[in-house]
Structure formats: C-alpha cells, structure tokens
C-alpha cells in the first residue's frame, strides 16, 4: 500500500443521526415505488475526494443497514460498539459496563467486581444474565458472575448489548434485572496480525496478539491470546489487599459461510490463572468471634467448545442451532474448589406469518454438574449436584398499524430439578409515529430460580460462645454462626412495569428514556439475624429512570451524557443488604475528540452516590486518555484512570486507585 | 468467495415476485432485532458508530467504478452526454449512491444517478405486459453502470441477462453476484470495502475497467 494511506482520514463523516433516519425509513417504508434520495450530505462528498488506495484502507462499520434497528427496541436497550470500548481505555468487559447508563459498576478488590442495573447487586450481582458470543456465563453456584474471567480479545470485541430490566422470554431464567450480551467479531472480520502491549501502574503488564488467516475460499480463522497482571489494591491505610492477579486467555475460531446463507462457527478457548490474590477472613474454632486474616492465592482454569449453525433462508427468515460444554475451575484463598461442567444445546427458528406476524420459537436444554470441596468456612450438601433444565419459548410480534404500532407477546417456559415447571411472559408494545420517535411499554413476569448455594451452602460467617451470644457470661460451649441453603426455597418472581422513549431532537441528537417500576415477590434472603436458613420472606419494590442524550457536537466530536436514578425498598424479616448497596444516583458524560484524523482525545467523567451499606461515600471517577495513529499499522496510547483521587472505595474497604498506562499496538 | 450462487432457485422467478411484499420486508427486519439480538447474531442492534457506513463507501466505490471505466463511443450520444448509473432497486447503497452520485463529472461527462424499479405489471394485459418488459429492459442497457440492489437479489441472473452485450458495467452487493455472472462485487472484509471482479465478464462486456480499480479487486470467475 502506498505512503498516502497514513493521512487517511479516519472518520471524515460520522454517520450522523439523519442518515439513520433515512435508513429507518428504507427499513419502513419500502412500499414507495420511488427511491428517496437522500438530502446529499456535504460530509459524504469527502469520500469521493479519497484516492483509490484510501478508499480501500478505509474502515467501515460492518454491519450495513441495520444501524438503527436500536432505535425501535422496545426495551432500555444500550449498546456500546467496539469503538466506544476502545476508546474508554476500558481494559475488562466488567470495566466496559461502567458506559452503560443505569448500570453500577463496583469494584470490591482488584479481581472482584459487583455489577448490576435496576439494585440488587448481591456482591456479585445475582439478578443478570451475562452471555458471551451465545454462551451463558453467569454461575449457578450463587446465580453471578465470576467477572475476573470474563474475558475477551478486546480488539475483536464487536459490542455489547446491555438490556436494563427483563429479557427473560428469550433468555430464561435470572434475565430479571438485565442480560449482558458480549458479541465478538466473525473470523472472517478479524484477519490479519494484531499485536499489543502496554504497562501501567495497576495494570502491570498486559499483551494481546491475534492472527486471522483463510482456511479456504469461504472459511475464515482466527488464533489469539492475551496475558494480564494487575498490581493489588490497599485500604485507606495503606494496607495491601493481597488481590494482585493475572490471568491468561486464548481461543480459537472458525466461521465458514456456506452456500444458500449456510454458515457454521467453531469457537474453543483455554484461560487460567493460578494468582488471583485474596485476603482470607477465617473463624478461630473454639474462640468468641475471632478471625484470622492471611493473604492466599487462589486459582482458576477453564474453557470451552462451542458450535453454532445458522441458516438464513430470506432476511428475517431463518434458524440457529447451537451447542456447546463448558468447564471451570476455581480454588478460593481459603481452599475451597467447585468445578463445574455444563453442556448445552439451543435452537431457535424465525419466520414471518402472513403480513402481519413475526415469529420466533425455540427450545433447549441443559445439563449442569458441580463438584466442590469444602473449606474451613464454606460447604455444600450435597458435595456435588447436577441440575438439568428444559425450556421452550415462543414470541410474536404483532404489527397492529402498518409501520407505527407492534405489539409483541410471548412467554418462556421452563422446567428445572430445584422448583419445578416455570412460565415467563411478557407484553410489549411500541408506537414508532414517524422515524425520530419511538414509544414503548411493557410488562413481564420473569423469574430468578434459587442458586446452589441458596439451596444448599453451609457458610460459617463465625464461631460464637453461647453465653457471651446471648449476653450473659462465657460459657465455654461454641456455636457456628451458620448461613444455610434450604431445598424449600421457591424461585423469586418479579412483575416488572417499563416504558420509554427515544427522540432524534434534531440531526444530531438522540435522546434516550426508560422509566420502571419493578414489583419482587418470595425474594431469596437470609433472617434478619443474618444468622439462619435462606428463605421467600423478603419483597421489595424498586422504581427508577434512565435519561442519556447522544450528541454529535461536530464532525470530529460527540458527547454522551447520562443519568439515572434507582431506588429499591426491601420489606420482611430479612437481612436486608440491598436497600443501601444501590447508587440512588449515577450520572456520566463522555467526550470523544478527534483532535486530527490520527490523534484522538477522549474523556469520561462519572458521578456514582453513597452507598450506606457499603460503607462507600459518593464519588467521582475521571478517565482521559490520548491515542495516536502513527500510521496505518502503529497506534500509541496513553491513559489515565480515576485521575481525580489517589483512590476511592467503590464496594469494600480497598480502594480503586489512580492508575496511567501506555499501550502500543500494531495491525498488519 | 462462496462457490454457490443460488442461481438455480432464482433463476426460476418471474418479474412479479421479484420484490417482496413491502410490509413482510419491515416485519422481517422487526423479527430480525429481536431474534439476532438473542444468539450473539452479528447483525443485531448496532448503535451509531464514529466509524463510516459501510453503505456510503460502497456507494464511493460504485462512482469510482463509472470514473475509471471507458466505454466505447457507440455507447454515448455526443462528447458531452451523461455517465448513466442506475440504482436497480432498493437498499442503503443505492440510497446513498443517489445522495452522492449526481453532480459528479468525469472529464467533461457528467455522471447522473437514475433510480429504476421493475415495472409494475398489475393490470396490464399481455402485449402490454411485453412491452413495459421490454421498455424496462432498454432503460437497463441505456446505462454505463447499473448498481442492482439487494432487493433484487432473486432477480439477478434475469438482470444480468437482460443487460449482457450492452456493455453496461454491473456492480452489486448481492453475496455471490460476481459468482454469478456479475462484474463488480463489493463486500465487506476485515472492517474494509472490498470487491471482487469477474475479469471475464468484464472483458466480454467491452468495457474497459481501469487496472487502477483492478489491481485492488479480488479476482472471481463465474461459477456454473
């Protein structure tokens, strides 16, 4: 390629919010026998003055046509691309999520993450459903995520969709308050070699490398891997939290396209890591509520195989058949192990129905298997468990008024081993009057079966003498303070109320808003005591809104800001953690700056409240970082993170400190 | 590329069902959000990007085609008459390619983009019928360049027919398209506009495309 290509410019346009009106109103209002031409756009004209060479080099967003299918979900649907995680500096998926508007992000320690949208954060956040290329990644153990191994080749990250509130119908199961939906790129869109590397102060050394090639005329490949460390985090004090911890990541995949819209997809990765750091809080047998503290590595390994094929008969026609078995493996600091295998099938076929419907079913099942060893303070009975799950789904989508009014109905069905046979519906409804405004409502009944550990955990929180417990004097006969599972416990369900709408103000601004209102029944919590079996004794209402406003300032700038606001009543006898573990409060605004077509600035500021009950003070997080496109093959970055403080709690006593780190990429 | 281009089924379809009905397109398109954004489909909600539409560069390239070509004389009415690119149908390239198009000149040519649609056969009786076929088949070979959109992805081979000797340059996104007896086949590969090209369709036609656009194209042949 010739010298030129280094002066392409990047982005000399921005798909600005007029031309996704024009291609909504393609997608709608196709029955015009006439093409409407679009107002010519002086940003375009630009194209036409690039060279052949530019032309070629240029990078394009690779899905055509579809942009604004976003616009008219009648849901709070966020996504961030590929570029908007980029550009953060964000180095993790859990970190990433921090963009999304009304969702909270915390970190506990530096491998410890509590994520959540709508409350209820549950430590690890245990009403969401997080899936990665199709692949459901939440726990079962404690319905949450293990964040620290979630992990994906950032680059090839094609983006993430977040859905705030219910996505049970097609989901199933704990998609109650979100579903996290991680989306990489096709093989065949991630040829060639990327390399990258970089070092900072908390990130102490991370490396990525992919090599995408061809297998044949219609197939594609790709072979990557990643390695991180990060340095630790301290207390207030200047005490170490012991948290420091790497991992290492890699995978292969194969995507192949057929003909007559055949196309299969192979995917295996490996990850590992033998120190993620944790600093232990142990009860002394024979002792009135005493704890030793030690620092211990725990470890983790894992992977797993997937294969999907898909098969699109006509566009909006078509069928996914998908399987995969996944293993992970964890060692805690104190020692206690759980493995767990799972295998899992999943089928799914969409069609049209006549003029007027839009159909889509499926079924799966699923089969689960653990096994665990017991530590000091942490057991389960039975030891190991397998769980099977059956479901089957159907949803219609009905259009109403030709191009403005759709209701879509449809219900999840499920059966599991722990409560039985469970039904999840949900109504929907959207107005989309003309392309700059849409209108939706919905009400949905999902539901979150109970966990293992709510099932069946036998968790020693300390060991008590029995007189000085109940205020008298020391009677030298010792109690465990026990949390226990019960086999009793029914799944908790949720009658959620949500609404939005969403405006392009003008050509250059999108406006986003959700309001919800969600009623908990037979909620999962522990006595008041904190002391006790698990139980349905808790219920709770939590209501809120999300506002964020997409704004193109000018070619080479756009701002997003955001705001939510949450609040979560719990009530019964229960030991109630989550009332003051929700942020009231959270807003962000986001600048991307293109200072010239190869150097960019951009910043984040966040705004997260209080949270009582952690003990976590309102705070201010502020991300700048600066990226340079060398030329067509080296990028050098710089970034800062939570510049603002030297650190700041966020969901425990350990700060998120104040970190910079330099990055140096390559792409052939 | 894809070594099968559904010619067999297509080809079999008459000018009537070429389009289909509009309603089902948008219903299907509804459907699509919701069943891709269900199974890590890549084509599911995508929100603006700061990268371009991919659209707006094939619609780039489409021009560039009309710019380094050379047709014979024959093809034009005098030394000033236009550059003709017909947009054949409808999707987000040809929307952008009539956005962008027009105004352009090439040497002292200038370049006009002109929207074509099947014709509509309703009502009409057979000779009638004949005749608004062949009008429709004329206004295809009057053109230098005819971009046939996705729409009439079930109408290519017909299409290509239609226009062969007429030394029209035809440039579509229609998977396969090159395959299949086209000339000019733009996609997208690795975050970048490609396209491959049929050399032997190309040098049969009697147009002459430039080695500047060809050495960048991915050579294809026309698969039987």
Redesign the interface.
């Known amino acids: 390629m010739e010298d030129n290509i280094g002066r392409v410019p990047?982005?000399?346009?921005?798909?600005?919010?007029l031309?996704?009106a024009?291609?909504a109103a393609?997608?709608?209002?196709?029955?015009e026998?006439?093409?409407?031409?679009?107002?010519?756009?002086v940003r375009?004209?630009i194209?036409?003055d690039?060279s052949?060479?530019q032309?070629?080099?240029?990078?394009?967003?690779?899905?055509?046509?579809?942009?604004q299918?976003?616009f008219?979900?009648p849901a709070e649907?966020h996504?961030l691309?590929g570029?908007?995680i980029r550009r953060s500096g964000h180095r993790s998926i859990a970190e990433a999520l921090r963009m999304v508007p009304g969702m909270f992000v915390g970190r506990g320690d530096a491998n410890t993450w509590s994520i959540a949208a709508r409350g209820f954060n549950g430590g690890l956040g245990n009403k969401s459903l997080v899936?990665i290329?199709?692949r459901t990644v939440y726990d079962p153990l404690f319905s949450g995520t293990f964040w620290d191994i979630q992990d994906v080749l950032m680059e090839d990250l094609?983006?993430i969709?977040v859905i705030n509130g219910p996505g049970a119908t097609?989901?199933g199961a704990n998609a109650v308050n979100g579903v996290i939906?991680v989306?990489t790129?096709?093989a065949?869109?991630?040829?060639?070699i990327y390399l990258s590397g970089g070092y900072g102060d908390e990130h102490r050394g991370f490396g990525a490398m992919r090599y995408?090639g061809r297998l044949s005329?219609?197939g594609w490949f790709r072979v990557w891997g990643k390695y991180r460390n990060r340095d630790s985090f301290e207390d207030a004090d200047g005490n170490d939290a012991g948290d420091d911890w790497d991992l290492a990541h890699g995978g292969f995949r194969t995507d192949i396209?057929?003909?007559?819209g055949l196309s299969f997809t192979f995917q295996v990765e490996l990850y590992g890591s033998d120190r993620i750091g944790e600093r232990t809080r142990t009860p002394v047998p024979d002792a009135h509520l005493l704890f030793t503290t030690s620092q211990q590595d725990g470890r983790a390994e894992g992977g797993h195989l997937l294969a999907?094929v898909?098969k699109e008969i006509?566009?909006?026609?078509?069928w996914?058949l998908?399987a995969y078995y996944d293993r992970t493996e964890r060692v805690t600091g104190n020692g206690f192990e759980v493995s767990r295998d799972t295998a899992d099938i999943?089928f799914?076929h969409?069609?049209?129905l006549g003029?007027?419907?839009?159909?889509?079913w499926g079924v799966a099942a699923r089969h689960t298997s653990d096994r665990t060893r017991a530590s000091t303070n942490i057991a389960y009975d039975p030891r190991s468990r397998s769980m099977d799950t059956v479901s089957a789904f159907i949803?219609d989508?009905f259009?109403i008024v030709?191009?403005k009014v759709?209701l879509?109905v449809g219900s999840k069905f499920e059966h599991n081993d722990t409560t039985g046979f469970e039904v999840q519906p949900s109504v929907r409804a959207w107005f989309t009057p003309d392309d700059r405004n849409t209108l939706w409502a919905g009400v949905s009944r999902p539901v979150r079966t109970p966990s293992r550990t709510e099932d069946d955990t036998i968790l020693t929180l300390g060991i008590a003498d029995t007189g000085l417990l109940a205020g008298g004097a020391a009677s030298g006969v010792f109690i465990p303070l026990n949390v226990t599972g019960d086999d009793d416990v029914e799944a908790e369900n949720v009658l959620v109320f949500e609404g939005g709408y969403r405006s392009r103000l003008n050509d250059r601004m999108?406006l986003d808003l959700a309001v919800f209102l969600q009623q908990y029944d037979d909620l999962i919590f522990v006595p008041a005591a904190t002391v006790g079996s698990f139980n349905n004794d808790g219920d709770a209402e939590s209501y809120g809104a999300t506002i964020s406003l997409?704004w193109r300032v000018s070619e080479t700038w756009?701002l997003v800001a955001a705001y939510s606001f949450t609040d979560v009543q719990v009530h019964g006898p229960v030991a109630n953690s989550d009332e003051g573990s929700t942020p009231q409060h959270m807003a962000q605004i986001r600048s991307?700056l293109d200072i010239t077509p190869d150097i960019e600035l951009n910043a984040a500021l966040y705004y997260v409240d209080s949270l009582p009950q952690q003990n976590v003070k309102s705070y201010l997080r502020f991300d700048l970082g600066v990226t340079w496109r060398v030329n067509d093959h080296v990028e050098l970055s710089i970034f800062g993170q939570n510049l603002l403080d030297p650190g700041h709690r966020e969901f425990s006593t350990f700060e998120v400190p104040r970190g910079v780190y330099g990055q140096v990429t390559l792409r052939f | 590329m894809h070594p099968k281009p559904h010619t067999t089924r297509t080809a079999k379809r008459t000018d009537e069902t070429v389009a289909p009905s509009p309603r089902l397109v948008a219903l299907r398109c509804l459907a699509a959000v919701f069943a891709c954004a269900s199974l890590a489909a890549p084509a599911a909600a995508q929100r603006d990007d700061d990268v371009p539409d991919s659209a707006k560069v094939m619609s780039a390239w489409v021009v560039n085609f009309a710019r380094f070509s050379e047709w014979p004389g024959s093809k034009f009415e005098h030394g000033k008459s236009p550059i003709i690119i017909g947009v054949l149908g409808r999707d987000d390239v040809g929307t952008a390619l009539v956005g962008l198009g027009n105004d352009v000149a090439v040497g002292d040519r200038p370049v006009r983009v002109r929207p074509l649609a099947p014709p509509d056969l309703a009502g009409l009786d057979g000779e009638e019928r004949l005749k608004a076929r062949a009008r429709f088949r004329e206004e295809l070979r009057r053109c230098h360049v005819l971009y046939v959109a996705r729409s009439e992805a079930a109408a290519s081979n017909s299409i290509l027919s239609s226009v062969a000797g007429a030394q029209v340059l035809t440039v579509s996104s229609i998977k396969d398209f090159a395959a299949a007896g086209g000339m000019l086949n733009l996609e997208v590969r690795n975050n970048k506009v490609a396209f491959d090209a049929n050399v032997e369709e190309i040098n049969a036609s009697g147009v002459t495309v430039s080695s500047k656009v060809l050495r960048l194209a991915r050579i294809q042949k026309t698969e039987k």
């Open positions: 990047r982005r000399p346009w921005r798909r600005g919010p031309c996704g024009a291609a393609m997608l709608l209002a196709m029955s026998a006439r093409v409407v031409a679009e107002p010519p756009d375009d004209r194209l036409l690039l052949l060479d032309l070629s080099a240029l990078e394009v967003d690779s899905v055509a046509g579809v942009g299918d976003w008219k979900a649907l996504v691309t570029s908007d899936m290329d199709g094609d983006r969709e097609l989901w939906n989306t790129r096709s065949k869109e991630t040829q060639g995408g005329d219609d396209e057929a003909s007559d999907r898909r006509e566009p909006g026609s078509g996914t998908q999943d799914r969409f069609f049209t003029d007027h419907q839009a159909i889509i949803q989508t259009t030709p191009d759709f879509m999108t997409d756009r991307y």
